[in-house]
């Protein structure tokens, strides 16, 4: 989780507005979204483990649905950081696409002012 909250520092920050600062913040929130693909990889592994786990033991006293429902409940904690560290990778992404655009509009304008 110590990943995950300085990614969601780093995205809450404003994007600097000087293109060399653009490119060192673009820089820096890619180096973290390995790592956060890396943890929600092994999250997501524990969580199919569980998954596959439960559907293998048969009982006699409950029910497929009760099952279901148990499983359910007791994957929820993990579903719910499996999807915020999906969240936190997919805001990574944007943040660099919307960069990389910023700095391309940085650089166009740079080349209309120097002709």
């Known amino acids: 989780m110590e990943e995950l909250e300085k990614v969601k520092k780093l995205l809450s920050e404003p994007i600097p507005e000087d293109p060399h600062q653009m490119q060192k913040n673009a820089t820096l929130v890619e180096a973290y979204r ?7 990889a092994g999250k997501k592994k524990v969580l199919t483990d569980q998954e596959q786990f439960s559907m293998l033991q048969k009982s006699k006293v409950l029910t497929e649905l009760d099952r279901k ?14 999807e915020v560290y999906e969240q936190a990778i997919a805001g990574i992404d944007k ?8 700095l391309k509009f940085a650089t166009e304008e740079y080349r209309n002012v120097t002709r």
């Open 34 to 40: 390995f790592r956060l693909a890396v943890i929600l």
């Open 69 to 82: 429902m148990h499983l359910e409940f007791k994957t929820k904690d993990m579903r719910e950081e499996v």
């Open 95 to 102: 943040r660099i696409n919307l960069i990389q655009s910023m």
